[in-house]
């Protein structure tokens, strides 16, 4: 089945310095792969999310990029702010199934 | 309009005892979703319904986990005879629809959090 390793763990950055999150995928089916945003206590919540006959979308701040040859996609969340502080996951999803398959989560810390 | 909702928020069980947990999904998403979310960790599927279809339980950890969706709308994930290892944060996430070519946003709720001592 699809697996999704993702790095790094944690990530401090001050504020207005971009950050990237990188994630891998085993399946070379899935075509679909949303980052989720997840404050302390509560629901995770789609902040992105980018399908396979795409390489890069935008949206504001953050991007996201896709390397289908590779299996790897990545967030980039630039001119950070402290409010982005929170965990990321990324996740992937293959056609036969809508089920998500997560990364292990990005812990991200922006300092003033 | 309202989003998920699940209840209870928190459930305190000892180590045993049968629980079940309740989710309201987005109404008209006809795809539901369960997931398990340890501390420090990412959401593991549990399993997923169609309208009141349950067409993948390839999650679920042994057979004291149950779920249903009778009519369709509203889900109950049911625990029998808790165990240590079963305390996380339940999450239930809802879809529109299922169309080919790919998946669609899940929206999740506010998860319960069960505690078993």
């Known amino acids: 089945g699809e697996n999704v390793e993702q790095h790094p763990s944690t990530l401090s950055v001050q504020e207005g310095d971009s950050a990237v999150i990188k994630c891998t995928y085993s399946?070379?089916?899935?075509?679909?792969f949303p980052w989720y945003k997840q404050e302390l206590g509560k629901r995770p919540q789609l902040i992105i999310d980018i399908r396979s006959n795409v390489g890069e979308k935008k949206d504001q701040r953050i991007a996201v990029t896709l390397n289908k040859t590779a299996k790897h996609f990545s967030l980039h969340i630039t001119e950070t702010q402290p409010e982005d502080s929170a965990v990321y996951f990324c996740a992937a999803s293959t056609p036969n199934t809508d089920k998500l398959i997560f990364g292990t989560g990005t812990r991200l810390q922006v300092f003033p | 309009g309202a989003g998920v909702s699940q209840s209870p928020r928190y459930k305190v069980a000892k180590r045993g005892q049968d629980v079940a947990l309740r989710c309201d999904p987005i109404?008209?998403?006809?795809?539901l979703f369960w997931y398990q979310q340890a501390l420090g960790q990412g959401p593991e599927f549990l399993t997923y319904f169609q309208n009141e279809a349950q067409l993948d339980k390839s999650g679920l950890p042994s057979d004291r986990f149950f779920a249903e969706r009778p009519e369709g709308s509203v889900s109950t994930l049911k625990i029998q005879r808790t165990q240590q290892e079963d305390s996380a944060v339940y999450l239930c996430?809802?879809?529109?629809?299922?169309?080919?070519?790919?998946?669609?946003?899940?929206?999740f709720g506010p998860g319960t959090r069960l505690t078993v001592l």
């Open positions: 399946d070379s089916a899935s075509n679909y």
């Open positions: 109404s008209g998403h006809v795809s």
């Open positions: 996430a809802s879809s529109f629809t299922v169309t080919s070519g790919g998946a669609k946003e899940q929206f």
